[in-house]
């Protein structure tokens, strides 16, 4: 074709419209947690408590589909929004994953010590995660149980603290604690279940 065609266009020109930094760590951090979730879904859990701690915090069903802690579950996952303001931790174990937004946190644990009791209206499970927002602690039902930790994800050592404005989630030996620091309301999930405060 012998037509005049234009040259294309400079993509260092300051016109070129491009994502923003904040939209690109966006789309990065969704495709790092697709990827975690599928790589946490093909393994095992293990421990974050000491070995045998079993407790009541497991939750365990009741007529209603409230949980033995209070909790009423979710109808399905509805995990918190994802921001590049966001931030993932692990437990040293590798066994409890939290997510930490300006909304709340959120935490799901590979192992429990006992499997917990099904839950009327939950195709898959409840038990293995624990979400907090400024209304309160949920615990969502799941359609599949959490995996371990991917290796990309911080850890969080034993007796420190990670924060997102008002949210913080602290690494203890039993499990991770998360609470509001306005209200004071949060959880802990470990090995032996979630417990709401």
């Known amino acids: 074709m012998t037509g005049t065609t234009s040259p294309p266009a400079n993509r260092g020109q300051s016109g070129r419209r491009g994502l923003s930094p904040a939209l690109i760590a966006f789309i990065v951090l969704d495709v790092v947690l ?12 293990s421990d974050d408590s000491p070995a045998g701690a079993q407790s009541s915090a497991t939750p365990t069903s009741t007529s209603d589909g409230a949980t033995s802690d209070g909790a009423s579950p979710t109808p399905s996952a509805t995990p918190l929004a994802v921001g590049a303001d966001a931030k993932q931790v692990a437990s040293p174990t590798g066994n409890i994953t939290c997510t ?6 959120e935490c799901a644990i590979a192992s429990l010590a006992t499997e917990p009791a099904a839950v009327d209206g939950c195709e898959g499970t409840v038990g293995y995660v624990a979400t907090l927002t400024t209304s309160g602690v949920q615990t969502p039902c799941m359609p599949e149980k959490p995996g371990k930790a991917d290796a990309a994800i911080p850890v969080l050592a034993y007796g420190d603290t990670e924060s997102v404005n008002n949210f913080a989630c602290e690494s203890t030996e039993s499990g991770m604690k998360c609470s509001d620091t306005n209200t004071g309301k949060g959880f802990t999930l470990a090995r032996a279940g979630i417990t709401r405060f």
Do not use: H, R
């Open 100 to 105: 930490l937004s300006p909304e709340g946190a």
């Open 34 to 45: 697709v990827v975690a979730a599928v790589l946490l879904g093909l393994s095992l859990g």
